[in-house]
């Protein structure tokens, strides 16, 4: 059974950075796209970054220019650079596969099958 685990999460303060992984057991991931989302209480949940099979990336504008999302595959591994961070990118991320081997950051939320439970990242001073 695939399972998708988060960790990199903290508090950090803004204009700082952080490094979020997401490692899967149970199943190769090689073949298709992965995403990271983030959630904060009482909104919907938004994607921030997307990298295909073989290695395109898209990023929400939210993020662009200051999140970067990569992916090992040997490791089973995708990882979220986040640099510059900002109060407003306090919330829970999640990271998850998708069915297809392409995503887009436009990509609809429900052709990611598999979710991760998440971890917790906080900007604040």
């Known amino acids: 059974q695939l399972q998708l685990v988060e960790s990199g999460g903290g508090l950090v303060q803004p204009g700082g950075s952080l490094r979020l992984s997401c490692t899967a057991s149970?199943?190769?991931?090689?073949?298709?796209?992965m995403a990271w989302f983030r959630q904060v209480p009482g909104k919907e949940r938004e994607v921030v970054a997307c990298?295909?099979?073989?290695?395109?990336?898209d990023y929400s504008d939210s993020v662009k220019g200051r999140f970067t999302i990569s992916r090992d595959d040997a490791k089973n591994t995708v990882y979220l650079q986040m640099n510059s961070l900002k109060p407003e990118d306090t919330a829970v991320y999640l990271c998850?596969?998708?069915?297809?081997?392409?995503?887009?950051?436009?990509?609809?939320?429900?052709?990611?099958?598999?979710w991760g439970q998440g971890t917790q990242v906080n900007v604040s001073s």
């Open positions: 149970g199943f190769g991931i090689g073949n298709y796209a």
């Open positions: 990298i295909s099979r073989d290695g395109m990336t």
């Open positions: 998850a596969l998708s069915q297809h081997s392409m995503a887009v950051i436009t990509t609809p939320t429900f052709y990611y099958t598999y």
